[in-house]
T-cell receptor
Framework: DAGVIQSPRHEVTEMGQEVTLRCKPI?????LFWYRQTMMRGLELLIYFNNNVPIDDSGMPEDRFSAKMPNASFSTLKIQPSEPRDSAVYFCASSPTSGLAGGNEQFFGPGTRLTVL | AQSVAQPEDQVNVAEGNPLTVKCTYS??????LFWYVQYPNRGLQFLLK??????LVKGSYGFEAEFNKSQTSFHLKKPSALVSDSALYFCAVRDRMGRRALTFGSGTRLQVQP
């Protein structure tokens, strides 16, 4: 299995531009999570989906951020317009939900390092 | 609500010595507990988890953790540290009744000196 795939791995953009981050979860995993990691705030959960439906988006910073999961094998996180304070590493993770759903570990992608100038 | 505390930003240990990375948690009811490791420029990797049963859980790379319900702790341990264990370690918790997402601690940087 290829694991969780994220693209791009690095993104440098200018303030005000739209940024789209992409994630392909592990096949068969029904839960998908978007996190943001910064030195100042650590690892923050932004949003998570179960069976393609957003369950909890309380961690999404503001309306500039949006996430979609049109099907079981693809999700996007969009920032529009981007700001320098959005600079961070964004991780996608997936988890199976069969069996001990709450006890299943999450599998993380390699992350997208976003720099907004 | 659920929360995790990792009281040490950094732990330094000499190679060959035992290591402990501390974690305490707060949840309603019984927890699911996890440890993850993050190497530079990489995503988090699962190390081990406590679901139920034996309080001593063994995981990858020789790591183990002990669930202590009375102290609400889940400290990560290894009998003999390796330089290659140097990384960022995260503890995470989820209660069995609430939302499915994990709550992560702030992370502890482990530095193993040769």
């Amino acid at each position: 299995d290829a694991g969780v795939i994220q693209s791009p791995r690095h993104e440098v953009t200018e303030m005000g531009q739209e940024v789209t981050l992409r994630c392909k979860p592990i096949s068969g995993h029904n839960s998908l999570f978007w996190y943001r990691q910064t030195m100042m705030r650590g690892l923050e959960l932004l949003i998570y989906f179960n069976n393609n439906v957003p369950i909890d988006d309380s961690g999404m910073p503001e309306d500039r951020f949006s996430a979609k999961m049109p099907n079981a094998s693809f999700s996007t996180l969009k920032i529009q317009p981007s700001e320098p304070r959005d600079s961070a590493v964004y991780f996608c993770a997936s988890s199976p939900t069969s069996g001990l759903a709450g006890g299943n570990e999450q599998f993380f992608g390699p992350g997208t390092r976003l720099t907004v100038l | 609500a659920q929360s995790v505390a990792q009281p040490e930003d950094q732990v330094n240990v000499a190679e060959g010595n035992p290591l402990t990375v501390k974690c305490t948690y707060s949840v309603s009811g019984n927890p699911y507990l996890f440890w993850y490791v993050q190497y530079p420029n990489r995503g988090l990797q699962f190390l081990l988890k406590y679901i139920t049963g034996d309080n001593l859980v063994k995981g990858s790379y020789g790591f183990e953790a002990e669930f202590n319900k009375s102290q609400t702790s889940f400290h990560l341990k290894k009998p003999s540290a390796l330089v290659s264990d140097s990384a960022l370690y995260f503890c995470a918790v989820r209660d069995r009744m609430g939302r499915r997402a994990l709550t992560f601690g702030s992370g502890t940087r482990l530095q193993v000196q040769p």
